[in-house]
């Protein structure tokens, strides 16, 4: 009986263990299965970053996820969330979302690019007509202290229920930027 306890543990975890994959996963993952940081290569990310651009500065705050439920791909995964702040040139604050719960970002990652090796991220904005667009990064030093930052905007569309209908939507984000680790 002890023996059979024990075949049945072993079996549970090696199911469990078998179900775990590498960030850098290119192929199918299967339902319910674990996208894992095994190398802890998100580590690197997480911390405050700044940058300037246009006169203004922008701070941004990664933080990484781990073993969280993904509700449309349905398997777990760790990956970066990001919180961002921008003031201008006389320190006044343009954008801050740094507030916000974790689950209410604004910024998600989304894996790994096979093609280069950036991070991608989603961006989407509600308090600003749904802007929303693609972000990717990718550290320029080995020290992995300076962040290469490109942002393509995706979704521009304003409609007259949009409060910057007249005038446009203010950007956010910079289009191109070095971010230095703070």
Avoid at 11 to 35: G, H, K, W
Avoid at 53 to 68: A, E, G, M, R, S
Avoid at 150 to 160: A, C
Avoid at 168 to 173: D, F, K, N, R, V
Wanted: hydrophobic share 35%.
């Amino acid at each position: 009986m002890k023996n059979i306890l024990l075949f049945i543990l072993l079996s549970i975890s090696m199911s469990y263990a078998a179900q775990t994959y590498p960030l850098r996963t290119f192929t199918d993952i299967p339902e319910n299965a674990y996208l894992k940081d095994i190398n802890n290569e998100l580590n690197s990310y997480t911390g405050t970053w700044k940058g300037s651009w246009d006169n203004k500065t922008i701070f941004i705050i990664f933080k990484k996820v781990t073993n969280k439920y993904d509700e449309v791909f349905k398997y777990y995964r760790d990956y970066l969330i990001g919180k961002f702040k921008v003031v201008d040139v006389n320190g006044n604050i343009m954008f801050d979302n740094t507030s916000l719960p974790d689950d209410k970002v604004k910024i998600e990652g989304s894996g790994f690019r096979k093609k280069d090796n950036k991070y991608s991220l989603i961006y989407i904005d509600d308090d600003l007509c749904g802007a929303s667009g693609n972000i990717r990064i990718i550290f320029t030093d080995n020290n992995k202290t300076k962040l290469n930052w490109e942002y393509f905007y995706q979704n521009e569309i304003l409609t007259s229920s949009c409060q910057y209908y007249n005038t446009g939507i203010p950007q956010a984000l910079p289009k191109g930027i070095i971010l230095i680790k703070q």
